[in-house]
């Protein structure tokens, strides 16, 4: 199988899975696949919109620290990781098990990782009808958003605020739903090398978007800023609080039809 980090030969059916990210997690269950190991992070062991869907398994730790002796014990006929926040220990976790690494950079990709993944467990059908529903959901959103705006999803974390850049996964599904995805400034040095800025609230203020979809910690904080306050967006209204979990970490196909449904949603009058 080809990946992000080379090609690594898989025999058989894979039965126990060690799932290293969210995303990963969602495609699997997209394609009706349980992971048997799972990474995490924080609190948040397994998304709550996931939580339905994922059977037992067991906890391998944090995403960008993995227990490498809980994966080792956990005896795995695969494990799936992050290129990005697990590229330190692709040689540990090689030596354990056969690993691949697939991308989550837009929905398109993701998408292809759910081809490549139907492969490797008989799964063609599943991964047909994951994309022709996703793609029928974007179409549905797209018919939903009868008006040009401009749009920009981000997180309030103390002084800070995290904003999506233009070639992230959420800003490539508000993209092919008709909006205009505005941030356009350079990636910051993250943990795990997310497709995010950080910038402050004058900056934001610069962009001055129509739309803004936020979660993060300091929402209030950031909402009682006078600068804040004059935003477009905070003036008409049109600030969405979302979750974080499934705006910001998770980048399956399962989050990314939940995250169109709810912006078409809020953007139509029908969301809360």
Do not use: C
Request: proline share 4%; no cysteine.
């Amino acid at each position: 199988m080809k990946h992000v980090w080379g090609e690594t030969p898989i025999q058989g059916i894979p039965q126990k899975v060690a799932a290293l990210d969210f995303y990963i997690v969602d495609s699997l269950v997209s394609l009706g696949v349980q992971p048997a190991g799972i990474a995490g992070t924080g609190d948040t062991r397994v998304p709550a919109y996931l939580k339905d869907q994922v059977g037992t398994f067991t906890d391998l730790g944090e995403r960008k620290e993995p227990n490498l002796e809980v994966i080792r014990s956990l005896n795995p006929d695969l494990i799936i990781a992050s290129p990005d926040r697990n590229k330190t220990i692709q040689g540990e976790l090689e030596n354990i098990a056969p690993t691949i690494a697939l991308s989550d950079d837009s929905y398109q990709k993701i998408l292809q990782n759910v081809d490549l993944l139907a492969d490797v467990f008989g799964k063609p059908d599943q991964a047909k009808q994951v994309r022709a529903d996703l793609e029928a959901k974007i179409q549905q959103a797209k018919e939903k958003v009868t008006s040009p705006m401009s749009v920009l999803v981000a997180g309030a974390f103390e002084d800070e605020v995290s904003v999506w850049l233009q070639n992230s996964f959420v800003a490539s599904l508000m993209a092919d739903m008709g909006l205009n995805y505005d941030f356009d400034g350079a990636k910051a040095n993250t943990e795990g090398n997310a497709d995010i800025a950080q910038i402050t609230v004058e900056r934001l203020a610069d962009y001055n978007s129509d739309v803004l979809f936020l979660y993060g910690d300091s929402i209030s904080k950031l909402k009682e800023n006078p600068l804040f306050r004059q935003l477009k967006a905070a003036k008409e209204g049109r600030v969405y609080e979302v979750d974080r979990d499934l705006w910001s970490r998770a980048r399956g196909p399962i989050a990314a039809g939940l995250i169109v449904e709810q912006a078409a949603a809020l953007l139509s009058g029908q969301g809360k």
